[in-house]
């Protein structure tokens, strides 16, 4: 068995086609057919059924895949480390995050890398937290910036928790709801809705058990998008309303473009944004430089939704917990603690 079989069998796996891993492979057919019966031969058990000219994975397969994934990682990682000693900053840093932060932070996040290490390639993916951790998974990302519950219980990861969300409804300045106080699901039922970013089951539970909705979830929203930019367009020109973490409308919320909404009971959720990343990974120099970019740009938001409140600016679904919490997060990292 070699390396190099092992990645063979994978590109099958993933890409369930024989013809298109073999020219990600940049095998030819039969030679790659060739490559996985010589592994089916040292593993002693057939891989994949051949029918109707498919290859499909058997049970043996299967269950042996996450074991092939850890040996192609670990032979990768070694040859990485030897790389990072020999070319330092020169290489590449594939990078992930939800949309939710993407107009905050990856801008002057590619800016800081294209500063610091010009030899660097980077390169960047938005998207919810499922996919990035997918992306993850098959070494399609360095790391990413998202949930962190989703990794929590994954050996193989590691996380970072950095920033407790806090979540309101919003809609635009001047909106018929804006100046109500108590607004209940009945009032905000008679305009539209928007749904936005990524919802794990137990996110649309709470929120379905706070408002006694019905599922599926989705029927209750005019729109559902995780294009920022969209949601922040519809909420500014629009009577929509939206449920949002502060951090997702903190630029139209400093800008006086959106207010929050006060509804009851409070959208109170538990979201923590964090860097993940595979766990035993050497870190290059521009991903260590990457993740304290980040962690200061985490704490410079804390610090702005912190202001928001000591203006008087109340964030509709923060709880006097929350806030607490978010202020003590702040005089801390101030302190240097």
């Known amino acids: 068995m070699n390396i190099r079989q092992l990645k063979h069998f994978l590109a099958v796996i993933d890409l369930g086609s ?4 073999a020219e990600t492979v940049h095998l030819s057919q039969p030679a790659l057919s060739r490559s996985l019966r010589a592994l089916e031969n040292v593993l002693q058990v057939p891989l994949f059924d051949r029918q109707d000219r498919r290859l499909r994975p ?11 994934r850890r040996m192609v990682f670990d032979e990768n990682e070694g040859a990485r480390s030897l790389a990072l000693m020999r070319d330092g900053e020169i290489g590449s840093l594939a990078l992930g995050m939800g949309s939710s932060i993407s107009k905050l932070l990856l801008a002057p996040l590619m800016l ?6 010009p030899g ?4 960047s993916m938005v998207q919810s937290t499922d996919v990035l951790y997918a992306a993850l998974l098959k070494e399609q990302l360095d790391f990413f910036i998202g949930d962190v519950r989703i990794a929590r219980h994954d050996p193989d990861m590691k996380i970072e928790a950095l920033y407790a969300c806090t979540f309101g409804w919003f809609a635009r300045a001047g909106h018929p ?3 109500k106080r108590n607004v209940t699901m009945a009032d905000l039922s008679a305009y539209p809705l928007i749904s936005s970013g990524y919802a794990d089951a137990s996110v649309e539970r709470r929120i379905a058990d706070l408002y006694d909705l019905r599922t599926p979830f989705s029927n209750h929203f005019s729109l559902v998008t995780s294009d920022l930019a969209t949601v922040h367009a519809l909420l500014a020109s629009s009577d929509a309303v939206a449920p949002s973490t502060a951090i997702a409308v903190l630029d139209p919320l400093n800008a006086g473009i959106v207010v929050p909404i006060d509804v009851t009971p409070r959208l109170d959720l538990d979201l923590t944004l964090g860097i993940i990343h595979r766990a035993g990974r050497t870190l290059a120099p521009a991903t260590t430089r990457a993740f304290e970019f980040v962690r200061a740009s985490f704490a410079n938001v804390a610090a702005e939704i912190a202001h928001l409140h000591e203006r008087g600016h109340s964030l509709d679904g923060v709880s006097s917990r929350t806030k607490k919490s978010t202020s003590t997060k702040v005089t801390k990292r ?3 603690k």
């Not at 058997?58 to 092939?68: D, G, Q």
């Open 18 to 21: 024989l013809s298109a891993a």
């Open 58 to 68: 058997t049970p043996y397969a299967l269950a042996y895949v996450e074991r092939a």
């Open 112 to 117: 800081e890398m294209l500063d610091k290490a």
């Open 120 to 123: 660097l390639r980077v390169s």
């Open 177 to 179: 709801l804006s100046k």
């Open 334 to 336: 101030a302190n240097g």
